[in-house]
């Protein structure tokens, strides 16, 4: 398992960017698809986006994309999810999440995918 941290979260009024950071410890990080998720009160966990070990396979929810950007820099053990045009519904917790080691990125939008979490930022939209 690695071990992740969230960063970044905030207020943004709707229309703004924000970029999210996720630090991974560990030395396997470069071989765990990374995901990033989000929680309202009173609702599931919702995928996000998801990114394969090497950084070459990306997949999104309809609802972000070409708004959302998820990356990865494995020399620095981090993830991102640069966020644009931030939208109120957008608001919610939004969590860093491990796949077990070369899990395929295409198989992993669901939460029981994912066997590492992070403790999740806040994302706030106004609007």
């Known amino acids: 398992q690695v071990q992740l941290v969230e960063s970044g979260g905030g207020l943004v009024q709707a229309g703004g960017s924000l970029t999210l950071s996720c630090a991974a410890s560990g030395r396997t990080f470069r071989t765990h698809t990374m995901g990033w998720f989000r929680q309202v009160p009173g609702k599931e966990r919702e995928f996000v986006a998801v990114i394969n070990w090497s950084g070459g396979g990306t997949n999104y929810a309809d609802s972000v994309k070409g708004r959302f950007t998820i990356s990865r820099d494995n020399a620095k053990n981090t993830v991102y999810l640069q966020m644009s045009s931030l939208k109120p519904e957008d608001a919610a917790i939004y969590y860093c999440?491990?796949?077990?080691?070369?899990?395929?990125?295409?198989?992993?939008?669901?939460?029981?995918?994912?066997?590492?979490w992070g403790q999740g930022t806040q994302v706030t939209v106004s609007s």
């Open positions: 999440a491990a796949t077990l080691p070369y899990f395929p990125y295409n198989a992993a939008t669901t939460a029981q995918s994912f066997g590492s």
